[in-house]
């Protein structure tokens, strides 16, 4: 019987394995619903965040569309997460395929299989997750008994490394665009499945906003470029757009926030308080493909809090976005929160935080009910030079004056962000990164007068990222950047009278490298990524696991048929006139406009951020028929009549 659970044959295999209470499910606020919820024509999906559950389980995108599934009455929406080798060993041994850890149902029975992938280290996992589902690796070899395979999240914009293993890919925002597929779906089974998989599929590519990468041909030129990606089935549109949610406050999720048994990488609720970002870093992926900038309102954001933090007990609220100090009422948003939680155990944090959007009052209001731990800012460019290249208008005097406010308010501990690898970057502008911390480190000696003031620099491999104006760029060699980074680090350890307060971390750049391949490839790239699996590879995305040797020879083993190798998809530049694999894929941006972005950058030319000044047409929002979104409101948050934050309020719940 479809949908029965495995546990019972799962559980004997728990006790064998690390972390077990990862896989039980349980967690407060998780849903399980009756197989057959709507009768024959229930729209069932398995929603995958392809890394580990500690990972995944706080993963905002995941928690929203299980709740707007399962918020329908003809949908129901599980979750699944990667076993770890110790469990993958045993299940295969077992027979036990990929559950989910809600109802413990096998994800080969749901009709749709939904995998969100942050970053491409993912798509291992995904070939894990589908063999052990005893669904087949390639798309083409699935029947109607299989689900419909969807890639979503940010890693999506460029599909083709994945094409052949998945249905289908959608881009942009998720909400509206599972509730349509849902609908299509439904309708199909509803009406006896006429056509079969392919009609079905045919259903969701004219949509236009669902890729079916099997209903398009790629063809190459001799040199390996791409010539022509092409619809290969009337009715299909040459482009597929994102999907853009505008109004936030009409979709207050998750408005019951997953709190997981086991432990997770943020045991706090988080409040996205905008979408997109207008700063122009051109390095940004997040920053160019979500555009433009839809805030939520304040008393959404209050709302969201109230209702989140009575329905987890958490204490915490983390204020997400991509730059939260940019929210254009952030200041009344952190003292109305501030004010209402005043006394109780409820912290706030803003993970992201722009150094010249930072301001100590806000940093105050933040800290008013919880500690004083570190601040960290993200210059990303250690000279001045190299931060107009990436668009990141920070200057030395921003950072300086930032955090010489910061230790002077009481903050001993800041941790700065760098990248290596920038364009047009050279070693200088990576050793500037030492001399802005010894500056740093002064002024905090200078401001508090005391010794015990440090300062950690943290830093990685820069990756070039499609639909981004650095789509075209060289990437750096992994010996370049780790030769780099070694007198960087030189530099700072030589150093006798600031060194020793400065911290200093950093990646080698061989994962940067496989990030690259993984990031910019085409359909070619697909044959090392099953090749590295089959070979072992699993959860790429932890040094513990990743091998680097691994993927370089499966590469070797798979690309020269094609002509092309690793070092054409990651450290060759692209010229204007190339196909880029993801050009079919319309993130809304023009692709002119990219192009001068990326000139203006070797020029060190900068952007203004278009929320404040007209806008320069990067194309988003009349293709996507769109504006910007923001406030002020003008609008303050009331006190609330709080019964007590977090736990203590879950308690005088339960017990009422
Ligand atoms: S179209 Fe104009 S206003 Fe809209 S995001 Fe682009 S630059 Fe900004």
Redo the contacts with the bound molecule.
Sequence with gaps: MPGQSVFRSLEPLLEQVSKPIQYVGGELNSTVKDWDVAGDATVRWSLMYPDAYEVGVPNQGVMILYEVLNERADALAERTYAVWPDLEALMREHGVPQFTVDAHRPVGDFDLFGLSFSTELGYTNMLTALDLAGIPLHARDRDESHPIVVAGGHAAFNPEPIADFVDAAVVGDGEEAVLAITDIVGDWKRTGRPGGRHELLMRLARTGGVYVPAFYDVTYLPDGRIQRVAPNQPGVPWRVSKHTVMDLDAWPYPKQPLVPLAESVHERMSVEIFR?C?RGCRFCQAGMIT???RERSITGIGEMVERGLAATGFEEVGLLSLSSADHSEIADVAKGLADRYEGTNTGLSLPSTRVDAFNIDLANELTRNGRRSGLTFAPEGGSERIRKVINKMVSEDDLIRTVSAAYGAGWRQVKLYFMCGLPTETDEDVLQIAELAKKVIETGRQVSGRRDIRCTVSIGGFVPKPHTPFQWAAQLGAEETDARLDKLRQAIRSDRRYGSSIGFRYHDGKPGIVEGLLSRGDRRVGRVIEAVWRAGGRFDGWSEHFSYDRWMEAASAELPAAGVDVAWYTTRERGESEVLPWDHIDS??DKE?LWQDWLDSLDETEVED??WT??????????MN???EIGPTGVKLLPLTVLGSGREAMREHSHA
């Design positions: 997109g207008t555009r433009p900038v809304g941006l406009w278009c929320r007209p806008c320069f047409d990067c194309g988003v929002c009349p293709q769109t504006e910007i």
